[in-house]
């Protein structure tokens, strides 16, 4: 099975791709992505998984029981470089969203376990910061880290700017091993500026058996079932990413690739 997840046509209500437990034959992450014309709207409910709705482009109203949170949203792309406006939703309710200008919102899900309610997480609740440095600069938007409220979930953007590697040194989180190393599977929804271009991204275990390296396009998803998995933009084109990470500790530690541990002192 190819790791990579290409979008399609919009469905009846407007899912551009989904990656689900069952097709990717792990356990806990779930993603889908919806593109939306102005006045059109979904409905679905959460049943035992919770999610966080990621305004990647324009705005909306969101419903969900007696909350409604109305006209949200501010970037109409998600190089403008904004912190996106995001939702939390729990397990076990139903909920609808309501396009009011034309509409990419990301849905990321893991298994929900009821602890938190709804809630609206706004720009400025997203930590932004830099990491690395030279070519392997990258900026990071934290919408939903292990420091904020959630049962499974782990959010984040990741901007990568034209020429740079991201998810580099290579990491890997695939081991049930705390305080070491965390077990998270992950996606990244990857998008490209301008358009037309590609990336690279390789997923990679230490003994090869899962080894594979491939050219993603605008709108790429890319599922990392375990493994290393660093990323790469071309000369003339910024990366962009939205990772979605969960597993059966609400923990991000990962593991360099021992072979490429120099970089991190690299000055």
């Given amino acids: 099975m190819t790791l990579l997840v290409r979008p399609h046509a919009p469905g009846e209500d407007g899912t551009l791709l989904e990656v689900t437990p069952e097709s990717a034959g792990w356990t806990h992450v779930g993603f889908r992505v919806h593109r939306l014309k102005q006045g059109e709207r979904f409905e679905r409910h959460t049943e035992s998984r919770e999610q966080c709705l990621v305004l990647l482009s324009g705005r909306a109203t969101v419903r969900t029981g007696d909350q409604t949170f109305e006209n949200i949203g501010e970037r109409m792309s998600v190089f403008e470089h904004l912190p996106p406006y995001s939702v939390y939703l729990p397990d076990g309710i139903a909920y609808s969203v309501e396009a009011l200008t034309e509409l990419e919102i990301a849905v990321c899900s893991a298994p929900g376990h009821g602890n938190h309610a709804a809630r609206l997480i706004r720009p400025e609740q997203v930590a932004c910061s830099t990491r690395g440095e030279g070519t392997n600069t990258r900026h990071v938007q934290d919408i939903l880290p292990q420091t904020e409220p959630a049962d499974s979930l782990l959010v984040v953007e990741v901007y990568t700017p034209p020429g740079n590697w991201s998810s580099y040194p290579p990491h890997k989180h695939c081991a049930d091993n705390l305080p070491e190393e ?86």
Avoid at 208 to 222: I, Q
Avoid at 240 to 267: C, Q, S, T
Wanted: hydrophobic share 35%; charged share 25%; glycine share 6%.
């Fill in 182 to 267: 965390s077990f998270l599977e992950e996606t990244y929804y990857h998008k490209l500026n301008p358009s037309q271009g590609f990336a690279f991204q390789r997923v990679y275990t230490d003994d090869r058996s899962l080894d594979e390296t491939m050219a993603v396009e605008d709108g790429c998803c890319v599922m990392v079932p375990e493994g290393y998995h660093p990323a790469a933009a071309p000369h003339g084109y910024e990366l962009y990413y939205l990772n979605v990470m969960a597993g059966p500790k609400r923990v991000w530690k990962f593991k360099n690739d021992p072979a490429h541990e120099w970089i991190v002192d690299m000055k």
